[in-house]
């Protein structure tokens, strides 16, 4: 079967709530061309097109969740081949803005950018905008990822803009924010301070290398 | 103030008739499918028009940050909305809310725990039990069903959530006064407003 025919059979199985095959294919696979390949060759156009489903409102919320899963199993797996994908890049600050406690797709967000190699150093959350930016400053990391659901807890993201800023960090900490509101409306990116955002939480790479100044490189 | 009319989501649908009758018993009430919590815009579409078609009254809403424009939406004239995130909090109070999300307690109210299956299976796509169950589990460390006093404890549901999940569920008695006070202050909003307009 050629790669296109396997990424369409895999995406069938994720759709279908079919895990185990998901992964007996994946597994397939990585015994012939090795982990790293399997991931960035099957894995990660699969979970693009996910992505694109997702954004179009066309899979639930249980699929979206069990590619996750699958994306952390195939990392776990990859770990146990030794076949660890390095994290060469970040690390990213990741975590729920204060009073948001919807941590699902911070979560996957955290599940995609370690498959792309991402050091991912997670938070949690209701987290203050003194802490993401503490931790931030102690390793170094230009990027802090902040994830809120609803208009009110996003407002709080104002607050970790405003401390980057305060503390002389503007341009040198990046502020990627997503979650559902920035979605429906992407001009809070903007208003609330943000750098940038993605379309979902497996785009998050692509929004991570753009504002690290990787993209082109 | 002009007559009020109150636009409710349905999952508080027992406890808004039953404060509404002792306090504002000449208010309209508008229930709208709790449901619509899965599709936001439709969601906003259905409060804008209950809205749109009452302009000679004063319209309270009683959501929580719904969806993207509830906010704009309760910024409408004649219109208010009670100070809440979500259903959860209106009932118990942020303080008793707060304690709850820090320690990942997921909230079940009497109508959802009815509709349950519909919710996570049909709404959510979690109909394969174990995957269900691992993303509960990941996410919260209690159930915990909100017993507003209204219809009885629904045990044998409460079971099925319980065994579907592989979590115990407790049950939490909370009276109306959270949501009593929410109520009237939006409405105290509303009528000052309309003193300071005309």
């Known amino acids: 079967m050629d790669i296109v025919s396997t990424r369409e059979e895999l995406l069938r199985h994720i759709l279908a709530g079919n895990r185990q095959q998901a992964m007996v294919l994946l597994e397939d696979w990585a015994g012939r061309f090795h982990w790293r390949e399997t991931i960035r060759h099957l894995l990660e156009p699969t979970l693009d097109e996910i992505g694109k489903l997702w954004m179009a409102e066309e899979i639930s919320l249980a699929a979206g969740y069990m590619a996750g899963k699958i994306a952390e199993d195939v990392l776990l797996k990859a770990a146990q081949a030794e076949e660890v994908v390095p994290e060469t890049l970040g690390p990213v600050v990741l975590g729920n803005v204060e009073d948001d406690y919807h941590s699902l797709g911070r979560k996957l967000v955290a599940i995609f950018l370690k498959t792309s190699g991402w050091k991912v150093i997670d938070l949690g959350n209701d987290v203050p905008a003194e802490t993401f930016v503490d931790v931030a400053v102690k390793h170094q990391a230009k990027i802090i990822g902040v994830s809120a659901m609803m208009l009110t807890t996003a407002e709080n993201i104002l607050t970790i803009r ?3 800023d305060r503390r002389g960090l503007t341009g040198k900490i990046k502020l990627a924010v997503g979650g559902a509101i920035f ?23 692509r929004l991570m290398a753009e504002l690290s100044g990787l993209e082109n490189t | 103030m002009k ?3 109150v636009i409710c ?42 809205i749109a078609d009452r302009p000679d009254r004063s319209c309270l809403l009683v959501y929580g940050d719904c969806h993207a424009h509830m906010r704009e939406t309760a ?11 979500n259903c959860g909090h209106l009932l118990l109070g942020t ?33 394969d039990r174990d995957l269900a169950r691992e993303f509960m589990k990941e ?3 209690k159930l915990l069903y909100l017993d507003t006093g209204l219809i009885p404890v629904p045990q044998d549901t409460l079971n099925n959530i319980a065994e579907f999940f592989d979590m115990p569920i407790g ?28």
């Open chain 2, 95 to 127: 303080e008793e809310y707060r304690t709850c999300r820090n320690s990942k307690t997921f909230l079940f109210l009497p109508e959802w725990t009815e509709r349950w299956h519909e919710v996570f299976e049909k709404e959510l796509g979690f109909t």
């Open chain 1, 162 to 164: 405003k401390e980057i």
């Open chain 2, 9 to 50: 989501c349905s999952v508080l649908r027992r406890e808004i008739e039953e404060l509404l009758a002792k306090d504002y018993p000449e208010a309209e009430l508008v229930f709208l499918d709790s449901m619509l919590h899965m599709h936001p815009e439709k969601m906003r579409e259905a409060i804008d028009k209950e």
């Open chain 1, 183 to 205: 979605r429906i409306r992407p001009e809070l990116v903007a208003e609330l301070g943000g750098d940038g955002t993605a379309s979902s939480a497996v785009d998050t790479p």
């Open chain 2, 3 to 5: 007559p009020l009319t």
């Open chain 2, 139 to 141: 996410n919260q460390r």
């Open chain 2, 171 to 198: 049950v939490l008695p909370v009276t109306l006064g959270q949501l009593r006070q929410a109520v009237k202050d939006a409405i105290n909003r509303m009528a000052q407003g309309d003193t300071d307009e005309s």
């Open chain 2, 75 to 85: 910024e409408g004239p004649h219109c208010a909305k009670v100070n809440g995130v």
